[in-house]
Each structure stands twice: as C-alpha cells, then as structure tokens.
C-alpha cells in the first residue's frame, strides 16, 4: 500500500459555487475566480512534488485545512487556537476544501476522484496556513 503527503502552501480556499453565463440559447457554468486561482496553485504546487503514474485504485484521502488566525483576537483565544483546543467552525465548509484540492489532483495522482471511497477532514487554525494531502493506496479494494 502506497501513501504519501502533498502539502499546498498559502491560504486555503474553498470551492465557491459555479457561476452561470448564458450565450444565446445556452447556458455556461465556471468557477468563480478566487475557486479558479486556488486549484491553479494547488496543481502547480502538487506537479512539483508527485511525479509517479496515476493511480488507478481505491483510495483513502486524509485533508488537513490549516487556516489563518484572525489578527483581532486576545493572546488568550490566540493560543486556544494555535494547541488545537478551540477549532474553526467559521466559513468555508470542509466539504468545499476538500472538493477544491481534490478536483485539482483528479489527472495530476488519481485518474477520477471517484477512486476516493474513504475521507477524513479537518480545519484547524495556523500561523502557517496550507493545506496536508494524505493519499494511501488501498490495495484489493477497487471494483475494476
């Protein structure tokens, strides 16, 4: 069973919701540009550290989303946050994390992020702020 970390530094960003634009008779979805600009920096940054062949299999994906700490909070609740005790519970929504750093793996370590059948999220609060990828292999659990 293969497993490996990729970290993305920089402030972590979540998934926005798609934008809508109609063309004549046609409607057309993107990606706000603050979503759009994130998953570039998290192929740049993942490109230059995973230089293996795709996955193929079943996967596991753990996601650490370390966020910066608000300036105008007390050295008290600073520290609270820094040991881990007190936890974002303020917007984006892990879900949003996740998809953004995922969709931006999908042809870069995995074929299709539906090769994820199991996940762990967390958001903790840092000086540092980025983002930990945890992708293990598990072997003898794909539905080829």
Known sequence: MKEFTLLISGEPVPQGRPRFVSRGKFVQTYDPKKSKDYKKLVKQQVKAQFHEDLLSG??????????????????????????????????????????????ACTGLVWIDDAQIVSTQSNKYYSEDPHVELVVKELVGESDD
Do not use: M, W
């Not at 700490?69 to 007390?74: A, D, E, G, M, R």
């Not at 600073?78 to 996740?98: C, M, Q, V």
């Open 58 to 103: 079943a996967l596991n994906v753990e996601l650490k989303v370390y966020r910066p700490i608000q300036k105008s909070i007390t050295k008290k609740e600073r520290e609270l946050r820094l040991s881990g005790a007190h936890r974002p519970t303020i917007k984006g929504d892990i879900d949003n994390y996740f998809k953004a750093v995922t969709d």
